[in-house]
């Protein structure tokens, strides 16, 4: 015999009444067939419930562990019964939103955002290294947005047929130890960092092209490139082996400041994916939307950034940005 949910009811029944007797006239059953029912639930189990003498039925240790997980699984098949029929007749189901993220600082306040605004929305993310296979997994309807970004006018491959929209734009920064003696500045020259060695996150777009390509046009080519996590780039810097680029909005880390990049040789372009015929389209502009707001509430812990965006009004977000297919 397979355990079921009204095997459960029974042992809950004979639990909270305390005889067999009384639960069977609960339960609208004959006290026979209950008895025979818990002897039938009883071998499934592999030992008794209860000890039953005149005083009643009093639950075993075995009967204590059913009770427990029973205890969880009615309520809970109750709720999922209750909200089906609610949503069975309503005819809406709740927003469902699939994100995928590449290294990005504002995906956990997209969710954020979502949830606040949608508490019914379902939101699951799902995390990697490779714009292309989170363009892949879009194009395959496996995840409804990519959350990427690209280094100055690049565009992510036009081999998956998405729409890409603009988040934000901003300048690449470097991630430097306070003590460090270039800490003390607002701005760093690249061609300052000639001896440095650098840590970076992997990533399969053309940015370590673009860096290698700046430094060049800085005079020097760069020295070690160690790869690894971004809390393995955080440690490194923090440990003065290693410097690091970084996005405008990475979390401020105590111990380590943010430095712009004199000439702003690196720009960070955060795009939003989704295929363009897929159900998901549909809630694309609400989607970039709250990606825009994502990101400036990622600007709070950033008052001297905020305070060089509207100095530079090419950067951060910028209306209209249109959609371009890729």
Not at 133 to 148: H, I
Request: a neutral charge.
């Amino acid at each position: 015999m397979n355990l079921e949910l009204r095997h459960l009811r029974v042992v809950c029944a004979i639990a909270e009444t305390g005889s067999v007797t009384k639960a069977a006239s609960a339960l609208g059953l004959a006290q026979p067939a209950l008895t025979a029912q818990l002897q039938r639930i009883e071998r499934t189990l592999g030992g008794p419930l209860f000890d039953r003498d005149r005083r009643g039925a009093r639950p075993t240790a075995l009967g204590e562990l059913v009770l427990a997980r029973a205890r969880v699984l009615l309520p809970a098949m109750k709720g999922l019964q209750d909200e089906a029929a609610r949503l069975a007749g309503s005819g809406d189901a709740p927003p469902c939103y699939r994100l995928g993220g590449v290294n990005s600082p504002i995906l956990g306040r997209m969710v954020h955002r979502l949830a606040a605004e949608q508490p019914p929305a379902q939101i699951t993310t799902f995390a990697s290294w490779s714009v292309d296979e989170l363009a892949q997994l879009v194009a395959g309807g496996r995840l409804d947005f990519a959350l990427t970004g690209v280094c100055g006018d690049a565009s992510p491959s036009a081999g998956f047929g998405l729409s890409w929209q603009e988040v934000a734009i901003d300048p690449v920064l470097v991630l430097l130890p306070e003590t460090h003696p270039l800490a003390a500045h607002d701005e760093v020259r690249l061609g300052d960092l000639r001896h440095e060695q650098w840590v970076a996150a992997p990533g399969d777009g053309c940015f370590s092209d673009c860096f290698a390509a700046a430094c060049a046009r800085a005079g020097f080519t760069p020295r070690k490139v160690y790869e690894t996590d971004i809390r393995g780039c955080v440690d490194l810097v923090d440990a003065g082996v290693a410097v690091a680029l970084c996005q405008a909005t990475f979390r401020p880390v105590a111990g380590l400041v943010t430095r712009r990049l004199a000439g702003i040789p690196l720009r960070w372009r955060l795009l939003l994916g989704w295929h363009p015929d897929s159900p998901a389209a549909r809630e694309a502009e609400l989607v970039l939307e709250t990606a825009k707001a994502a990101y400036v509430d990622s600007l709070a812990p950033h008052p001297a950034y905020l305070a060089w965006l509207p100095r530079n009004p090419g950067f951060g977000v910028r209306q209209p940005s249109g959609v371009r297919p890729g």
